[in-house]
């Protein structure tokens, strides 16, 4: 997996941030997608300067209805449409992302050629294949708000083609099937078992995506384990009591749940317009001190799981 920053400012755009949303790209040998989660304002602007485009998307995921999380979608949904790409095209969210799509699009005169499908979420797996799985939980902010946990299937353990040879198994379409755990009967009527040549599954890897969010519960368990959590820190640790008013956290609630959670890396973003550069720098100084393994998300930063 292979997230890309398109959006890390929190509530509104400044000269070098734009309004969340980050682009997640799917990497397997026989399978890829591009997904998206948040879409705010400017969002499809921001793609322009990457190498992905609407037409590429085939899931987006809101965490909430907050306008910095959600007014780039009828943009991004219409100029997919004018693009011809036939694509379906799957929306997740909560309660009030129909309503909020198909007004815009009514009122607008719009419409979109290829087949939309909005998915209203509740807490609980959201979205499965043979390859992922995508767990919705609730977080702590004014409007319904969900964190994203997107887990990859363990991969099958390489094969050992060496001890395979020495049988006097070679290479072809058998490989494939022992590679697949199955049994196979040779021309001369030994039965191979291909579990028995495979080495231990590889764990997949886990992410976690957070929407807003005061300190909750459910947030340990969103993050439990994970290769890399998505957390945001609109305010320093000073302003941690006007943050949690508000439904946000501080620096260090976030550090401390990394840390709590073992997680393997924290990706600070939704950083409030008021830090510049250097005000940022101290953001992630702070998490550091708490949590090392911590990055601040930068627009069109990209970190791979």
């Not at 393994?293 to 990209?302: G, R, W």
């Amino acid at each position: 997996m292979e997230l890309t920053f398109l959006g890390t400012s929190a509530g509104v755009p400044t000269r070098t941030r734009n309004m969340t949303s980050i682009l997640v790209n799917l990497q397997q040998p026989t399978f890829s997608a591009v997904w998206l989660f948040d879409c705010g304002e400017g969002t499809q602007h921001q793609l322009l300067k990457t190498a992905f485009h609407p037409g590429k998307l085939d899931k987006i995921f809101i965490t909430h209805l907050h306008g910095d999380h959600l007014f780039g979608l009828p943009g991004l949904l219409c100029s997919r449409s004018m693009q011809g790409n036939p694509q379906p095209l799957t929306l997740y969210g909560p309660k009030g992302l129909r309503e909020f799509v198909e007004t815009a699009l009514r009122l607008s005169g719009s419409w979109t050629d290829y087949p939309l499908t909005i998915e209203e979420i509740s807490e609980g797996d959201v979205f499965s294949d043979e390859y992922f799985t995508v767990t919705a939980f609730a977080l702590n902010h004014p409007v319904e708000c969900y964190g994203y946990r997107i887990e990859e299937r363990d991969k099958p353990g390489a094969l050992d083609a060496a001890a395979l040879k020495a049988q006097g198994i070679a290479p072809g379409p058998l490989f494939q099937q022992l590679k697949q755990g199955l049994t196979v009967e040779l021309d001369d009527g030994r039965l191979i078992n291909g579990q028995d040549y495979l080495s231990a599954p590889m764990a997949g890897k886990k992410l976690a995506i957070f929407g807003d969010t005061a300190p909750c519960p459910a947030a340990l368990t969103l993050a439990s384990g994970v290769d890399v959590m998505v957390h945001e820190t609109t305010l320093e640790h000073a302003m941690a009591e006007k943050a949690n008013s508000r439904g946000h956290s501080s620096t260090l609630q976030a550090a401390g749940l990394a840390k709590q959670a073992g997680v393997g890396r924290l990706i600070i973003t939704h950083v409030s317009s008021r830090y510049d550069a250097a005000g940022c720098a101290e953001l992630l100084a702070e998490c550091r001190r708490h949590f090392p393994a911590t990055q601040l998300a930068e627009d069109f930063a990209v970190v791979t799981v």
